[in-house]
């Protein structure tokens, strides 16, 4: 099987969708390729293009504060992703063949890295993996089987940005779920698990009522 370096070494060389043409760099992902949580974006924007590195603008600035507030954890104990992989010109929305294209890409992400819990960030990244056509906001809200591990969408963070509060305190929410989840199947993590398993240890208030409720053709 290949290694996830291998897969990221792939996909840099790629020339498989017009993406390629207009991209400075391959944004491949960023983290802990053994994390327990995997976070998928849309596509990188400018900032990421240029850096190659996903969610490094403002929307990433509040991503990390999430996670943090939230999770306890920095982007170095998750991984995160995008759909797809090279910055759509003018951000663009990114075309069902380029989030085709880009597929093998994300699919051998969640392979290599078996997340416990992937979080969708925005309408593309759960549309995508839960392989529905249900917007965000009928989504969020709840858990989904996906494989081995649960799903968790909430909304993209640049949504939150212009929706303000309450669209944060939702995605608040949804990272709760996510933790839960992580807290509820610590019996089933490694001993030490990281530090993301040994954060949700340490989290006393629990969250409960995680849904699971599954529609959505999920794929591993
Ligand atoms: N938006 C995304 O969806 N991904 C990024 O990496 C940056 C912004």
Do not use: W
Request: proline share 7%.
């Amino acid at each position: 099987m290949e290694s996830l370096a291998e897969v990221r070494a792939e996909a840099l060389a790629c020339t498989r969708c017009g993406l390629a043409g207009g991209r400075t760099q391959v944004v491949f992902g960023v983290g802990n390729p053994g994390a327990d949580l995997l976070l998928v974006g849309e596509g990188p924007g400018r900032e990421e293009d240029l850096r190659g590195e996903p969610f490094v603008g403002r929307s990433g600035k509040l991503l990390d504060t999430l996670l943090h507030q939230e999770l306890g954890i920095d982007r170095t104990s998750c991984y995160i992703a995008n759909v797809v992989k090279c910055r759509p010109p003018g951000n663009r929305d990114p075309r069902p063949d380029e989030i085709d294209a880009c597929r093998p890409y994300l699919d051998a992400q969640v392979r290599l890295i078996a997340p416990r819990v992937v979080v969708t960030l925005g309408n593309f990244a759960a549309r995508t993996l839960l392989g529905t056509t249900d917007g965000i906001r009928r989504l969020r809200g709840a858990a989904y089987p996906f494989g081995t591990a649960h799903l968790v969408p909430t909304y993209h963070p640049a949504a939150a940005l212009r929706g303000g509060a309450e669209v944060v305190a939702e995605m608040r929410a949804d990272l709760v779920r996510a933790k839960a989840l992580l807290i509820g199947r610590r019996s089933e993590l490694p001993a030490g698990g990281g530090v993301l398993a040994a954060a949700a240890r340490r989290d006393e208030q629990v969250p409960d009522g995680t849904a699971a409720r599954g529609p959505a053709g999920q794929r591993r």
